[in-house]
């Protein structure tokens, strides 16, 4: 396989494509690669499309280190909220784009994106840990409400409701639906667009605006570390 995260680097845009297989599951491997690649954008100075397959920007976490349990799920499902929380900080923008399918920890990735676009198409996209018996960690909750509309977050966290493209630009998932095939000249438009602002009040307004939901999300981390000890070790 290819590596799980290709990085290409132009005009001060950093596109960083994940490439997983299939369901271009979150693995533990796959959160290195994410890390290594905003590393690079960082030093690069450079802004951040995220995006991944077509027809599918991620299922979510990888099934078989969920099935295992112990220790490595913790270590998946802390590190995923990790990353993004990275996202929701980096002091560039960061645009996602979503080429088909987001589900559970992917619409997370999702949301923290300072700009979202989906692709046109038959696609599911949000939270699905009620509807398959699991309980909503704390830092996913928090991280959809800072991000989704009052009117859809209990739909989203509570009821376990899945959106098509269209109903995930409503709900807050989503700021707008683009043809597949404009999908990353749209992002990467968006992304240079972003740029021609003035770089440090974007960073600084960015942890400004955010700044209560960033506390909140730090302290469901840690409520969800420590939940896992007593679970997991």
Do not use: W
Not at 69 to 82: A, D, T, Y
Not at 95 to 117: E, I, K, P, Q, T
Not at 177 to 183: A, T
Request: proline share 4%; glycine share 10%.
């Amino acid at each position: 396989m290819d590596e799980l995260v290709r990085y290409e680097l132009q005009d001060g845009i950093a596109t960083l494509t994940m490439n997983n297989g299939k369901g271009n599951a979150i693995s533990p491997a796959m959160l290195v690669a994410l890390n290594a690649a905003l590393d690079r954008a960082d030093a690069d100075r450079a802004a951040v499309v995220l995006t991944g397959r077509e027809g599918m920007f991620s299922g979510g976490f990888d099934l078989a280190v969920m099935g295992a349990g112990g220790s490595p799920v913790r270590e998946l499902v802390i590190g995923g909220f990790l990353v993004a929380e990275r996202l929701l900080k980096f002091p560039r923008p960061v645009v996602v784009a979503a080429g088909g399918h987001a589900l559970a920890m992917a619409s997370f990735l999702l949301l923290s994106g300072d700009l979202r676009l989906g692709a046109e198409g038959s696609f599911k996209i949000g939270a699905n840990e009620v509807a398959i018996g699991l309980t909503m960690p704390y830092a996913a909750t928090e991280i959809c409400r800072m991000r989704l509309a009052v009117t859809h977050f209990g739909r989203a966290v509570t009821h376990a409701e899945i959106f098509s493209p269209a109903g995930a630009v409503e709900a807050g998932f989503l700021d707008r639906v683009v043809p597949q095939d404009q999908l990353l000249s749209e992002a990467r438009a968006a992304a240079a667009g972003l740029l021609k602002l003035n770089r440090p009040a974007f960073a600084a307004t960015k942890l400004r605006a955010r700044a209560p939901g960033l506390a909140a999300l730090r302290s469901a981390i840690e409520a969800d570390e420590a939940e896992f000890r007593k679970m997991f070790g």
